[in-house]
């Protein structure tokens, strides 16, 4: 009886904050992933605007210049 008290016990406990621990730590890290990536698409609709605004920009210094 003293094993279920002195290891099974202990062990039960710690594989359960271990997965309470794992599923928080996923639950973070996906949020994380999430706002990083609505960052990344925002950023790069920026800088795909930019680039267009310098080719209009450029394509009509080169037609004005002719």
Request: charged residues 30%.
């Amino acid at each position: 009886m003293d094993i279920i008290r002195y290891i099974l016990v202990p062990a039960i406990v710690s594989l359960s904050v271990s997965i309470w621990f794992g599923r928080k730590l996923i639950a973070k890290t996906v949020e994380i992933m999430k706002k990083m990536d609505s960052d990344t698409q925002g950023f790069n609709q920026e800088m795909k605007e930019m680039v267009l605004d310098e080719i209009r920009r450029l394509k009509g210094h080169k037609t004005n210049g002719r």
